[in-house]
């Protein structure tokens, strides 16, 4: 299996711009989770979704920021407008059905850089 | 709140050292618990995880614990290896949520 798929890798935009972050899970997969990291905060959970319907978003830092999931294999990750504040990796991950205790597998995530 | 801490937040070993990684957390309710590892500009690896009903769980050279008592995980690494150098998280999961709870990691140099 090709593994959790994000692009862009790289992304340096300008403050106020709208960022659009990408991912397309594990096939099979029916949890998506939407992870940031820092260096001052480490990483943290921004919001997950089981079948396509977001189930927890209490990370989602303000209403800046949006994620969607239209099918079982796409996701977005939206910032409208983009702050300095915002510059982070940002990681997508999926996972296979919670009893199971399978774990979650990450994509090489989102490095964005907001000037 | 769930915390998760990872002491020392960065160690150097020779090459062929046993060693033992650190992490604990302030409330042992937990679901499961994770170990990952991280290479710089990659994603996460997960390397071992252990559900609350069990003790430990092992994959080659790594063994994980747990201790839900007393609100510890450690990661043994036997004969360290250049290559095992890395950032390791632990992360765990509570009951029902999906949420993975991370330490902010400690980053091991193996030298040669």
């Known amino acids: 299996d090709a593994g959790v798929i994000q692009s862009p890798r790289h992304e340096v935009t300008e403050m106020g711009q709208e960022v659009t972050l990408r991912c397309k899970p594990i096939s099979g997969h029916d949890y998506l989770f939407w992870y940031r990291q820092t260096m001052m905060r480490g990483l943290e959970l921004l919001i997950y979704?089981?079948?396509?319907?977001?189930?927890?978003d209490s990370g989602m830092p303000e209403d800046r920021f949006s994620a969607k999931m239209p099918n079982a294999s796409f996701s977005t990750l939206k910032i409208q407008p983009s702050e300095p504040r915002d510059s982070a990796v940002y990681f997508c991950?999926?996972?296979?059905?919670?009893?199971?205790?399978?774990?979650?597998?990450f994509g090489d995530g989102t490095r964005l850089s907001i000037l | 709140k769930q915390e998760v801490t990872q002491i020392p937040a960065a160690l150097s070993v020779p090459e062929g050292e046993n060693l033992v990684l650190n992490c604990s957390f302030t409330?042992?309710?937990?679901?499961?618990l994770q170990w990952f590892r991280q290479d710089p500009g990659k994603g996460l690896t997960s390397l071992l995880l252990i559900q609350s009903s069990q003790r430990e769980q092992t994959s080659g050279r790594l063994n994980a614990s747990l201790d839900k008592s007393s609100g510890r995980s450690t990661l043994y690494i036997a004969a360290s290896q250049p290559g095992d150098s890395a950032t390791y998280l632990c992360?765990?999961?509570?009951?029902?949520?999906?949420?993975?709870?991370f330490g902010k990691g400690t980053k091991l140099t193996v030298n040669p």
């Open positions: 409330d042992s309710a937990i679901y499961n």
């Open positions: 992360a765990l999961t509570q009951g029902g949520s999906e949420k993975l709870v």
């Open positions: 991950a999926s996972s296979f059905r919670r009893i199971l205790n399978q774990p979650q597998h």
């Open positions: 979704f089981n079948n396509n319907v977001p189930i927890d």
